[in-house]
């Protein structure tokens, strides 16, 4: 199977199963993929996503070289409008929050599908290339526009016109990634702070990650309103008595981290 789905707790762990390829973007895959944050997205079992590459080479690296060579039209059907075709505009649908666990080479395409997550926790093994211009191609799933806003519009440019790999400390320090674990602990990691936000109530969490991502688009101004006018609306609904059991629940929470 090209894509592996396993639940616990509130988490699904999504892995690209295409290590002898390293995880390469097939027409199969990415079709499997998207139809996997799909289902996801309307399983009410499932608060949280974690999505990652089986091996240690790589996340994925992008489309299939060798597929796009022998099959015509391959390389259209790369950038479909629809959600049923295409990873990226499925992960970008998905109300729940995905956290990206970058074992290995995230590249092209495959740094596409990492900036699409909502998270970033990179293994000390991980790099990142946009090797779209080196290949003669330009980027379909939104790389041109999430870059510049995640890094900076010189950096983006950096790694975008020259293809240069980046290290998973460098990523780090320029804020494409949360954070940098050892191999080892990458995957735990990434489903221990998954179940952290699976806790939050499923409702709250779909509103809020949909405010971030509105006001991401929106000037300072304009999202500042679209946050007083989600903000009247969810929060006269709710009750005294529901605060007063969560702020126990919240400060029994923080004397555990404590």
Not at 11 to 34: D, F, Q, W
Request: charged content about 20%; glycine content about 8%; aromatic content about 4%.
């Amino acid at each position: 199977m090209t894509v592996l789905v396993e639940k616990a707790d509130g988490v699904a762990t999504i892995t690209m199963n295409r290590p002898e390829a390293m995880n390469a973007l097939s027409i199969e895959l990415r079709k499997t993929l998207a139809a996997a944050f799909a289902a996801l997205s309307a399983d009410d079992e499932v608060r949280a996503i974690v999505l990652t590459g089986a091996g240690t080479r790589a996340f994925t690296a992008g489309l299939d070289l060798k597929e796009l060579a022998s099959t015509p039209g391959a390389l259209g059907a790369a950038n479909p409008t629809s959600a049923t075709d295409d990873p990226v505009l499925a992960m970008e649908a998905c109300p729940k929050p995905i956290i990206g666990a970058v074992n290995g080479v995230a590249i092209t395409g495959g740094f596409e599908v990492a900036l699409a997550c909502d998270v970033l926790i990179a293994s000390t093994n991980a790099r990142f290339a946009d090797t779209h211009a080196r290949v003669g191609i330009l980027p379909g799933w939104g790389l041109s526009a999430k870059l510049s806003r995640t890094i900076g519009l010189m950096r983006a440019k950096e790694l975008s016109l020259s293809g240069n790999f980046l290290d998973a400390k460098t990523a780090y320090e320029w804020g494409l990634v949360n954070r940098v674990v050892e191999p080892d602990d990458l995957l735990a990691t990434a489903q221990k702070l998954a179940r952290d936000m699976a806790s939050i109530d499923p409702q709250t969490a779909r509103t809020y990650k949909k405010l971030i991502d509105g006001g991401d688009k929106l000037s300072a101004g304009e999202a500042r309103r679209l946050e007083s006018a989600t903000t009247q609306a969810l929060n006269a609904a709710v009750t005294p008595e529901s605060i007063a059991q969560r702020r126990e629940q919240v400060q029994a929470r923080g004397r555990s981290q404590g």
